[in-house]
């Protein structure tokens, strides 16, 4: 280790070597104990003294504790969709010809919103706006510049978005892209479909269409679900007990219960 600057800190009948080697960011400590247990309590009291005393590899000085200030060259194309992006997606479907219920009034037979998220941009919509130079690299170009390049812009932010189509004669799942965003005149709704994703069941056909029983359980049908148990598990509180030692009966104190999967 010739060459490399060394800065040691003597702790009671204990001996810490601290090595500093800037150029691959790293400590390496030196323990002279044959004992692992004794090198394991070295390292064990170095990372405690670290953190009370801000003990560092060059100048025994403090890191900053203000984050740093990091702005990105692009604009961040994959965040997920804001709370008033959602919000005005959402306003935004009740007012289309969906026959929508929101679901605090909707029943096991009502068109409801399952999903509002991102629709995640293709790669082929992504890679020109990250692509693009920097305004650094442009005062180096010495080509002159597209109006593209000039003053680049994100990919167009569509909202994805399940919808449970209980109120058709035959019940679905739809799946719709709704875009461009934000909400404007241009905006409009659209079947999302991907390759071998539609639906192959006899009678439910359609681009980003899905069978009913494909779809998760919801708040809907759980309290149905919930409810209906209570209706058999109640009156039979008595059979319960003696079969099982318990009774199911929406109380706090019951001593059975119950779990499904869709």
């Known amino acids: ?39 394991m309590r070295i390292l064990f009291l170095y990372l405690l003294l670290s953190s009370w005393i801000g003990l560092t590899i060059a100048g025994g000085t403090c890191p900053a ?13 994959w965040k997920p969709l804001s709370q008033e992006e959602t919000s005005s997606v959402q306003k935004w479907l009740f007012k289309q010809d969906l026959n929508l219920t929101t679901l605090d009034k909707a029943g096991l037979s009502d068109n409801t919103i399952f999903l509002i998220e991102l629709l995640t941009p293709n790669k082929t919509n992504v890679l020109p706006y990250i692509d693009i130079k920097t305004s650094k690299e442009k005062s180096l170009s010495p080509r ?20 449970y189509m209980a109120g058709l004669p035959i019940p679905v799942v739809k799946e719709l892209t709704v875009g461009p965003l934000p909400i404007s005149e241009k905006t409009t709704y659209a079947p999302l479909s991907y390759l071998y994703q539609n639906s192959t069941v006899p009678g439910v056909e359609g681009s980003g269409v899905f069978p009913f029983n494909a779809r998760n359980a919801d708040s809907i049908e759980s309290a149905a679900l919930y409810a209906f148990i209570l209706s058999f598990t109640t009156p039979l509180q008595d059979v319960t007990q003696d079969l099982f030692g318990g009774v199911y009966t929406g109380a706090d104190n019951d001593t059975l219960t119950y779990s499904y999967q869709v």
Not at 8 to 37: D, Q, T
Not at 144 to 163: C, F, G, M, N, W
């Open 65 to 77: 504790s203000n984050p740093v200030n990091i702005k990105a060259p692009r604009e961040n194309v």
């Open 144 to 163: 002159k510049l597209t109006d593209r390049e000039a003053a680049p812009q994100p990919p167009t932010r569509y909202a994805r978005v399940i919808l």
């Open 1 to 39: 280790m010739s060459g490399v600057p060394a800065v040691e800190c003597r702790l009671p009948s204990l001996r810490l070597c601290i090595l500093n080697r800037h150029e691959k960011k790293g400590l390496i400590l030196r323990a002279p104990l044959s004992s692992p247990f004794a090198t």
